[in-house]
Structures are given as C-alpha cells and as structure tokens.
C-alpha cells in the first residue's frame, strides 16, 4: 500500500477486518507502535497474516494511514487463484492520478493542491486563493505535488520490497536521521530512502594502498612540505609565495585555477588545502608558523590510516547548518551513486526539507555547491570528484574512489 501510493511509512497506520476502519463491529490489528505504547484493544498484526482475513472473496480489510490526515481504504478479495513459482509476491494491476504526498492534510487538502498546480483545472484560480489562505502565502503547493502514477515504477519497487527493506532510522548517523525526519515531500523522501539503501547494500569498504596512496597525495605533500621544522607564515597569516608556486606546480593545478599561483589569497586550492588540513587536525597554527600536529606527523607516512582519517572528517564542520546539511547529503548523494545532477538532486532534498533563499524560493543548484563547497573541495582535491573547476557544477560526477570514500565517510560518522 505504501509504495502503490508513494508513501514512505512515517505515519501510523492499522488494519481492521470489516467494511470500515471505525467500524464498532471491526476487529483490529495493531502497528508495532500500538503495541509498544501498550495498546490492548486489537491483535499485534505480525501475528496475523493475509489469507486468514481474506479468505473468501468478498471478504474486506480496512487500512487506515496518517490518523491526521485520515487515508482510508478498503481491500476487498476478488479471487483466489494458484500462485506461479517466480512471480512477483505483490503486483499493481492498475492505477489513476498521483499519490497524495505526505502531510498534505487529507482528502480536501490534496483536491486543493492538484487544481492549485494545474493551470488547466476548471478550479485552478479558485484551488490558488484557497490554498494560500488554508497554508500561508510562504508555502508552495508544489511543495505537495502528488506522485505521479507510474504503473512500471511502482511494479519495479514492489519486486524489490524483500531486497530493499525499510530504512532504520534508529539505526542512522543522527544528522542523516534528522535529514530523513525533516523532509517533507514524498519524492524527496523517496530520493534520501534509495540513497541510503543503496549505501547500506554496498557491502565492507576496502581499500588499497596504492589507491589510498593517490588519493591523499595533496594532504601528504602538504605535510612533507611543512615537515618537523615547519613553515614561516607572512604576517597576514598566509603561505609564502615560494611554497604556494611550488604547490600550484607540483600538485597540477594550472588546468584548474587561473592566474600565476604565487599569491595564497589568490590561489583558492591552495588556500583550501592548507584550511582544510588544519580543519582536519593534520596542521596547526603556532605563533606564526604552520606546524604539523602529533597526527599528521604519525599519519604522514602511513597513507591508509591517512585516507580513514580524512573520511571520518566529513563533511567539514561548519556553524551554518544549511552548509552542513548540503555537505552531508553531498556525501550521501556519491555514496548512493548519484552520478548525475549532483548538485540538483541535493537541492531538491533540501528544498523539500523546507531551506529556501530569502526570496522564499527553494535553494537552486548553484545555492547548494556554494553552500557545501568546502566539502566539494575536500573531494576534488582526493580525485573524488571528476571534472573541470570552469564548468557548470552539474557536469561533475563522482569517481568509483569517490562512491568508496563517501561511503567511508558515513560508515564511519558518529551517531
């Protein structure tokens, strides 16, 4: 039933055997929260199954779902035939209009909605006062879009239902579990889901040394650089010239940044590289020098431990939980193999967990590369990312190193 309508069963739902769900004479079944809260009036549903409510056709089931918004429905035994060896355990026959998306405020609520965003509905004028008055100016209706039916998708999704679980929530990193509680269209929903279980079917995380070693070359060349005795800074704070030329130089950066690469403040991968290494503990600042830390000193020459250590730093840390959050879902979305639309599939995410830009209008792509773009240079510097720095985000695409070091990172992100 979920996955017929788009749903994501973040709501409580209950069955009951007859020909309504509130019906006195019906027989409940309990959803495992009913239980665990001690509800009493019912059978736990795991403890009862199909065929034994619907045994003879014409015999009904009532399913209610999101006791707020009110879903009812009623399935009714039409037959009873042989089951094939290798068919599908669940088919959808047939289907008409999108599924109503999450919290759309029921029956009334989701009629008002599909005429608010269709122009060509005899009550779209109407449906768009109605909806601005009942929801607030700030609020977009197609924030609510239903799902659109898809009989071919949704057949798809139903053949995978023993292959794909249901996400544990419980069992996230607790800024993903945020993320998964605070999104609010089901589309959205629907996107952070198959990331996550595409990350959590991927099997153990192996890495070579070979790999680590190219991978975490520009961080190692940093750290040889600076070496036990150190760099003098200049008294703004930053590389000397002689330094940032040899790292334009040595590193290759000449494809991907303009000007002459002797000037920190003018040459932003340099500058990046040096930040975020102190961001990640490898380098510190001491009285006016840069200086290697107990853990870029033990990590210098051991490349493996070097490539754990900058996964489990990821997404760099900011103050700005917007920054943080596009960092984050940057990582889900490499280690889910996003390889396309990057920076738009995080923008719909976030835009769907309700960010907008002071205008009121959802985050556009380039607000989220700009927003995670500390993160995405952590990821270009380690190859995780492929692509030239002069082109529109979008047409960046992760690498198969970057899919493994994204998934390191959240494997190994505290709860």
Same mark, same amino acid.
């Given at each position: 039933?979920?996955?017929?309508?788009?749903?994501?069963?973040? /709501?409580? /739902?209950?069955?009951?055997?007859?020909?309504?769900?509130?019906?006195?004479?019906?027989?409940?079944?309990?959803?495992?929260?009913?239980?665990?809260?001690?509800?009493?009036?019912?059978?736990?549903?795991?403890? +009862?199954?199909?065929?034994?409510?619907?045994?003879?056709?014409?015999?009904?089931?009532?399913? !209610?779902?999101?006791? %707020?918004?009110?879903?009812?429905?009623?399935?009714?035994?039409?037959?009873?035939?042989?089951?094939?060896?290798?068919?599908?355990?669940?088919?959808?026959?047939?289907?008409?209009?999108?599924?109503?998306?999450?919290?759309?405020?029921?029956?009334?609520?989701?009629?008002?909605?599909?005429? !608010?965003?269709?122009? !060509?509905?005899?009550?779209?004028?109407?449906?768009?006062?109605?909806?601005?008055?009942?929801?607030?100016?700030?609020?977009?209706?197609?924030?609510?879009?239903?799902?659109?039916?898809?009989?071919?998708?949704?057949?798809? @999704?139903?053949?995978?239902?023993?292959?794909?679980?249901?996400?544990?929530?419980?069992?996230?990193?607790?800024?993903?579990?945020?993320?998964?509680?605070?999104?609010?269209? @089901?589309?959205?929903? *629907?996107?952070?889901?198959?990331?996550?279980?595409?990350?959590?079917?991927?099997?153990?995380?192996?890495?070579?040394?070979?790999?680590?070693?190219?991978?975490?070359?520009?961080?190692?060349?940093?750290?040889?650089?600076?070496?036990?005795?150190?760099?003098?800074?200049?008294?703004?704070?930053?590389?000397?010239?002689?330094? +940032?030329? !040899?790292?334009?130089?040595?590193?290759?950066?000449?494809?991907?940044?303009?000007? *002459?690469?002797?000037?920190?403040?003018?040459?932003?991968?340099?500058?990046?590289? *040096?930040?975020?290494?102190?961001?990640?503990?490898?380098?510190?600042? $001491?009285? %006016?020098?840069?200086?290697?830390?107990?853990?870029?000193?033990?990590?210098?020459?051991?490349?493996?431990?070097?490539?754990?250590?900058?996964?489990?730093?990821?997404?760099?840390?900011?103050?700005?939980?917007?920054?943080?959050?596009? %960092?984050?879902?940057?990582?889900?979305?490499?280690?889910?193999?996003?390889?396309?639309?990057?920076?738009?599939?995080?923008?719909?995410?976030?835009?769907?967990?309700?960010?907008?830009?002071?205008?009121?209008?959802?985050?556009?792509?380039?607000? @989220? $590369?700009?927003?995670?773009?500390?993160?995405?240079?952590?990821?270009?510097? +380690? %190859?995780?990312?492929?692509?030239?720095?002069?082109?529109?985000?979008?047409?960046?695409?992760?690498?198969?190193?970057?899919?493994?070091?994204?998934?390191?990172?959240?494997?190994?992100?505290?709860?």
């Amino acid at each position: 039933m979920q996955v017929t309508f788009g749903w994501t069963d973040s /709501h409580l /739902h209950g069955f009951a055997a007859g020909p309504e769900f509130y019906s006195a004479e019906a027989e409940r079944y309990l959803c495992p929260f009913d239980v665990k809260e001690g509800e009493d009036e019912g059978t736990p549903e795991e403890q +009862v199954r199909l065929d034994e409510v619907l045994a003879e056709v014409g015999d009904t089931l009532a399913y !209610a779902y999101d006791y %707020g918004d009110g879903w009812q429905h009623l399935l009714t035994l039409e037959a009873v035939l042989p089951r094939d060896e290798g068919v599908p355990k669940a088919v959808c026959a047939g289907g008409e209009r999108g599924g109503p998306a999450e919290d759309c405020g029921g029956v009334y609520s989701y009629e008002l909605i599909s005429a !608010a965003i269709d122009p !060509a509905n005899p009550n779209h004028a109407f449906a768009v006062i109605e909806f601005a008055e009942t929801f607030g100016d700030q609020v977009d209706p197609r924030d609510y879009s239903p799902t659109p039916f898809d009989i071919d998708q949704v057949n798809a @999704t139903l053949g995978q239902l023993g292959a794909n679980p249901a996400i544990d929530v419980m069992g996230l990193p607790a800024p993903l579990a945020e993320i998964v509680r605070s999104v609010r269209s @089901t589309d959205g929903l *629907r996107t952070v889901r198959h990331l996550i279980a595409t990350v959590d079917q991927a099997g153990p995380i192996h890495v070579d040394v070979a790999m680590a070693k190219r991978m975490v070359r520009p961080y190692v060349w940093l750290l040889d650089r600076v070496g036990s005795a150190g760099i003098r800074l200049t008294s703004a704070g930053y590389l000397p010239p002689a330094h +940032v030329a !040899a790292a334009f130089a040595e590193l290759g950066l000449k494809d991907e940044w303009p000007g *002459r690469g002797n000037r920190e403040a003018d040459t932003w991968p340099v500058l990046h590289l *040096r930040e975020s290494a102190q961001k990640m503990g490898l380098v510190r600042k $001491h009285r %006016g020098d840069l200086r290697e830390t107990a853990n870029g000193r033990a990590l210098r020459g051991d490349p493996i431990a070097l490539w754990w250590h900058l996964a489990r730093r990821m997404p760099l840390r900011s103050a700005d939980p917007f920054e943080f959050q596009a %960092g984050l879902l940057l990582l889900l979305a490499i280690a889910g193999e996003q390889a396309d639309d990057l920076d738009a599939t995080i923008a719909h995410i976030l835009g769907s967990i309700g960010w907008a830009l002071p205008d009121g209008m959802p985050p556009t792509p380039m607000d @989220t $590369h700009i927003a995670g773009r500390d993160t995405y240079e952590v990821l270009r510097r +380690v %190859g995780a990312i492929a692509g030239k720095r002069h082109v529109l985000p979008s047409a960046e695409a992760p690498t198969a190193e970057g899919v493994l070091f994204a998934r390191a990172a959240l494997h190994v992100w505290p709860g």
